[in-house]
C-alpha cells in the first residue's frame, strides 16, 4: 500500500528512526511512500499532529509519520525488527 506524503512538504529521510541519525535524502512534494514496518523513534510534530512512529520505507531510511498520511495515529504495519 502505497500513502501520500503531507502535501507541500519536501520529507527528510533519515538513515533511522529519529531526527539525530543521518539524513539520507529528501523526497520532493508529492511523494508517495509504502511502509515496510514502523519503530519508535524521536517524537515529532508535522502536518499530520504529533507522533513518535517513524516509517521505514526502504532498507536504511525513515520517515518521520507525523508527515505521512496513514489515516491512523498508531501503527498501520508492523514493528520493525
Known amino acids: 500500500m502505497s500513502y501520500s506524503v503531507a502535501p507541500g512538504v519536501r520529507l527528510n529521510v533519515r538513515s533511522g528512526p529519529g531526527t539525530g541519525y ?3 535524502r529528501v523526497l ?3 511523494a508517495q511512500v509504502s511502509i515496510n514496518c514502523q519503530a519508535p523513534g524521536t517524537t515529532v510534530t508535522g502536518y499530520y499532529g504529533t507522533s513518535n512512529i517513524w516509517d521505514n520505507i526502504a532498507p536504511g531510511e525513515f520517515v518521520s509519520d507525523a508527515y505521512v498520511h496513514t489515516r491512523s ?5 508492523g514493528r520493525c525488527a
Open 22 to 24: 543521518a539524513l539520507v
Open 28 to 30: 520532493p512534494e508529492g
Open 73 to 77: 495515529d498508531g501503527y498501520v504495519t
